[in-house]
């Protein structure tokens, strides 16, 4: 499918991706601009607070933006009642972007108040202007075109990053960009791309046209007319926020996701059976990365999600590796109802374990079968992992040594593009999903472990025992989905995601026909 | 002088700078009301300093400035500041504003209605020379630097303050247009009657402006009299400036 293709296929959609982009990047400059200008005043009349405000607001912009938002997610902060910081969703991603926005603002705040001709301040002053008058009526109106500069400039960072929002469940064109990636698809990471760099190129001409109107003179006759329409956009996008943030879950199931095809497809049939069987309304929080949707859960921000036993044994309680399965599932469904009051309901029926992958020609050529063949010809190869898989204790370090493995290189990299980087020889060996569609795709082999490393990760909705007493009717469906997948199953619904490039949603819809679980 | 007659008087005045570096001394003078008094010296003088403490841009470290029979200091000095004309060099137009805007700042500060601003604004464009009709709704950079400091001139004129700070309005004009502009602003100075301290380092536009000449140098006022008391003075920094004069009217005399 061509980038073309995919547009008009998809018009309704990409819409309401850019209109949630443009919210982001509205919302996010216009609180910038609100805090950032009137900081930046406070820093010309206060110089000596000058050091430590833009060196904060430099120190923002350097933070990576994935762990900015890791970082704001679990601190929970109200004003008057209302949570403004915390939590997956657009608001800890406003408050990530506005950090984002605030240097060139404060800094061209500043500079263009700093930088007007002393000669004409002092004009001012002996004419008997108090400092109130000569900021409004000199200072400003002669620092405003410098002011829109660095606006401009916060503008198109923040059409940037908005992109990355889409990792904690806000939205925008970045939901492409991650879908994208998962699958491997170059159009739909384009999708996202494209439309998110006009953007910024739009935002930049039409705010560099502003800037170059507002200089002198122009600027006083049109000056009373831009500021309507500038307090008329910050109403319109501050109208917007309150829509948005009271439209949120109350009232309704919320399901969540991890950031991996086959969570979107897990989370769709839970989603639609629930709708389907309980009558409730469900919001999908889908494509949350890290531990996001464990801590989204725990901080009720979602009200169930398909967990892994093996994830929630090691990385969510930091326990021992088992081997049994039905070990693991009493451990965690016992810890979990005491420490979180979260409950493990029915296994959905398969284990979506790590799986070791080599190229299957490289499996035949040399004669591997097992973790334990590969770990002899180990050290002339390069390996590629994903970072959920280096920096988790069950992951690469545990692994690495229970085999004795030695490579010659150990690359980082998305979980996504490992697959691929398989295939085209950048790479000799990664730790994939057992369950991806992509392995067939790409004629991988998977090595056994024979050394029982890994334990078994066996898919099971999470939900908050708190929603399963309000909607007691949750619990049927959940438990009619019971032993509703095998391996093989869930690898074709994979494919049908990543190999054929089907909709989630229609993949889940036709699963749970064929189940006779939807009519 | 009697004291209602005084506008502004120094009393021992000196200002010194945080590092110590003394900008005026022991300052003492007095101007009278309608009295037009120059105050000239080369750059660094203290011509500029002396104008700032008496609108208040700056406080003296020692001294009194009183204006009115108050102490600058006892002042609020918005209030002082809307009753004293400034005008400093061409720069001091706001390069956001137009002709009209500019004259109009301080009435308008003063919360006079648009109407009787706009009038105010013409007509002292037609004062100092200029077509109201054609200026008033021009930029300052769309003049000519005698035009901006025709402009100056009645932005300080504007809310018709008693006093008129000047600080070489004349300055950065080239010879021709300055001897113009220093012909019409003597006639109107007549007309109007205010008290006016004008700086300049031009003996010869101290001579034609000037009722009294204060002659400053390294921040002393070193000579206070009328212009022929200048011409006549033994002080070197005097004689300095009389060369400068006669020099001046030997190359206008014709041969």
């Known amino acids: 499918m061509t980038l073309l293709e995919f547009f008009t296929h998809n018009r309704g959609e990409l819409g309401e991706l ?46 990576p933006s994935l762990a900015l938002f890791g970082f704001l997610i679990p601190l929970n902060i109200y004003l008057f009642q209302v949570k403004i910081v915390g939590g997956i969703g657009a608001r800890t991603a406003i408050v990530a972007l506005v950090l984002y926005s605030l240097l060139p603002i404060i800094r061209n705040t500043f500079t263009g108040i700093s930088n007007v001709d002393p000669a004409i301040r002092d004009a001012g002053r002996g004419m008997g202007m108090t400092d109130r008058q000569l900021l409004l009526q000199v200072e400003l109106p002669l620092a405003l ?70 200089q002198l003179g122009a600027a006083v006759r049109g000056k009373s007319k831009s500021l309507l329409w500038a307090s008329a956009l910050v109403i ?24 991996f095809t086959e969570q979107v497809i897990l ?99 040399l004669g591997l079968t097992t973790v334990s063949d590969a770990a002899k010809v180990s050290s002339r190869w390069r390996a590629g992992f994903g970072q959920d898989f280096m920096s988790r204790a069950d992951g690469y370090p545990g692994f690495s040594k229970a085999y004795g493995l030695h490579f010659e290189a150990t690359r980082e990299m998305d979980l996504s593009l490992t697959y691929r980087a398989l295939a085209e020889n950048q790479v000799d060996l990664i730790a994939g999903n057992s369950t991806d569609g992509l392995i067939s795709r790409y004629g991988l082999f998977q090595l056994a472990d024979d050394r029982h490393y890994f334990p078994p990760y066996d898919a099971v909705p999470v939900v908050r025992q708190a929603t399963l007493e309000k909607y007691p009717a949750l619990r049927g469906v959940l438990k009619q989905l019971g032993g509703i997948l095998t ?33 | 002088m009697s004291k209602n007659e005084i506008a502004i008087e120094f009393r021992d005045v000196s200002f010194v700078l945080p590092g110590g570096k003394t900008l005026l001394a022991q300052l003492n003078l007095q101007v009278g009301r309608g009295e037009t008094l120059v105050l000239l010296g080369r750059s660094g003088s203290g011509k500029t300093t002396t104008m700032k403490l008496i609108n208040r841009l700056i406080d003296p470290t020692a001294g009194q400035v009183i204006i009115n ?110 001897r113009g502009i220093q012909q019409e602003f003597k006639a109107l100075q007549q ?34 009299g009328a212009p022929a008391e200048l011409l006549q003075s033994s002080h070197p920094e005097a004689r300095a400036f009389a060369a400068c004069f006669h020099d001046g009217q030997a190359i206008g005399r014709p041969a």
């Open chain 2, 69 to 178: 029979g108050k102490p600058t200091v006892d002042w609020d000095p918005i209030r002082l500041r809307r009753r004293i004309g400034y005008v400093i060099q061409e720069i001091g137009l706001f390069p956001h504003l137009t002709i009209e805007q500019n004259i109009g700042v301080v009435p308008r500060l003063e919360g006079w209605q648009p109407e009787r601003i706009r009038q105010r604004a013409y007509e002292l464009l037609n004062l100092v020379g200029l077509d109201a009709e054609r200026f008033a709704g021009r930029m300052p950079r769309e003049l000519s630097g005698g035009q901006r400091q025709r402009v100056g001139v009645a932005r300080a004129l504007a809310a018709d303050p008693p006093v008129i700070l000047l600080d070489e309005p004349f300055g950065a004009l080239d010879p021709i247009t300055r």
């Open chain 2, 191 to 224: 007309n109007l009657g205010k008290t006016m301290v004008f700086v300049t380092h031009d003996i010869a536009e101290a001579f034609v402006l000037g009722s009294r000449i204060g002659l400053l140098k390294d921040g002393e006022m070193v000579l206070l």
């Open chain 1, 145 to 214: 075109g410098v002011i829109i500069a660095g606006v401009r400039v916060a503008t198109v960072i923040c059409v940037g990053t908005a992109t990355i929002a889409a990792a904690i469940d806000a939205g925008g064109l970045g939901r492409y960009i991650f879908r994208g990636l998962r699958a491997n698809d170059n159009v739909l990471i384009l999708a996202g791309a494209v439309p998110a760099a006009l953007i910024a190129i739009a935002a930049d001409l039409l705010l560099g046209y502003f800037e170059k109107t507002i």
């Open chain 1, 18 to 63: 850019v209109m949630e982009h443009l919210f982001l990047v509205v919302i996010s400059t216009g609180i910038a601009v609100l805090i950032g200008v009137p900081l930046g005043i406070l820093l010309t009349r206060r110089p000596a607070l000058s050091k430590p405000i833009l060196g904060f607001a430099n120190i923002m912009q350097t933070v």
């Open chain 1, 267 to 365: 989370g769709e049939i839970v989603a639609q059976a629930i709708e389907a069987k309980a009558g409730l309304q469900v919001v999908r929080r889908f494509d949350l990365g890290g531990n996001l949707a464990h801590e989204a859960l725990i901080g009720g921000e979602i009200d169930v999600y398909v967990e892994y036993t093996g994830t929630g044994l090691l990385a969510i309680l930091k326990e021992k590796p088992l081997a049994d399965p039905q070990e693991v599932l009493r451990r965690v469904k016992s810890a979990y109802a005491a420490r979180f009051k979260l409950e493990w309901t029915e296994p959905l029926g398969f284990n979506n374990t790590f799986a070791i992958l080599v190229r299957g020609d490289d499996a035949k050529k």
């Open chain 1, 487 to 519: 391996v093989d199953e869930m690898r074709k619904l994979n494919y049908a995601v990543d190999g054929e490039k089907r909709q989630a949603k229609d993949v889940a819809q036709e699963f749970l026909r064929g189940k006779g679980v939807l009519r």
């Open chain 1, 236 to 259: 319109l996008a501050a109208l917007g926020g309150v829509y948005f943030f009271n439209t949120n879950s109350t009232g309704r199931i919320a399901v969540g996701s991890k950031d």
